[in-house]
């Protein structure tokens, strides 16, 4: 039995059921990105530079291996809101983390005061969003080159990224592979995550 065959079996209690799950699994793992972004200790992490580029990497692999994931996943869009709930707040946090360094090595970085992690967030977010509102804006060289990095990026993200998820569930809902017992879960295409 293909996986679109099982996708067309549920019912709409069940499917409800899997929505919902999937909202849950999405939002807990976003709220607990954030939590770590608050609690860990991410001023003694200094070298703005290596570690953005550092982390950019590490998200690239993850956003990688989250599209294959979506693309066998038994319910493709479901995976793909949940991947997108790692992925968007994961790429947020990241350049937050940068902010919030760069604020407290040089308070001169910033046109504001040193950056408190909440201001960091909020700062992120009006760049990603492309509000900027000018209440805290880049005021040295460095500051500037990170937030045009991340201005650069957040096109990318917006652009690429989410094309990409969109097209990995469409994939996944084209793929016509035969059903898997519990038994065979490691082989390939077995893995319902």
């Known amino acids: 039995m293909s996986i679109q065959a099982r996708r067309n079996e549920l019912t709409p209690v069940q499917r409800r059921r899997v929505i919902t799950l999937g909202l849950l699994r999405a939002l ?14 991410l001023d003694h992490l200094k ?15 993850v956003t990688a291996w989250q599209l294959r ?9 479901i995976r793909a809101v949940e991947a997108l709930a790692t992925t968007l707040p994961l ?15 040089s308070p ?6 040193s950056l408190t992690r909440t201001d960091a ?3 992120t977010v009006t ?36 094309r990409a998820f969109a097209g990995a569930v ?6 016509g592979r035969a059903d898997v017992s519990p038994g065979q879960a490691g082989q390939p295409g077995g893995d319902p995550q």
């Not at 001169?108 to 005061?113: L, Q």
């Open 170 to 175: 469409q994939l996944g809902r084209r793929q």
């Open 69 to 77: 994931k979506v693309i066998n996943h038994e319910h493709p869009t």
């Open 91 to 105: 790429f947020l946090l990241l350049f937050a983390w940068a902010y919030f360094t760069m604020a407290g090595a």
């Open 47 to 61: 070298n703005v530079p290596v570690v953005l580029v550092a982390g950019l990497l590490i998200l690239l692999a």
């Open 127 to 162: 760049v990603f969003s492309t509000v900027g509102f000018g209440d805290i804006t880049a005021a040295s060289q460095s500051a500037r080159l990170v937030v045009t990095a991340q201005m650069l990026l957040d096109l990318l993200a917006l652009g690429l990224v989410i």
């Open 108 to 113: 001169a970085n910033f046109s504001t005061h």
């Open 28 to 41: 807990t793992t976003t709220v607990i990105l954030v939590a770590l972004y608050y609690l860990l200790p």
């Open 121 to 123: 967030i909020y700062f």
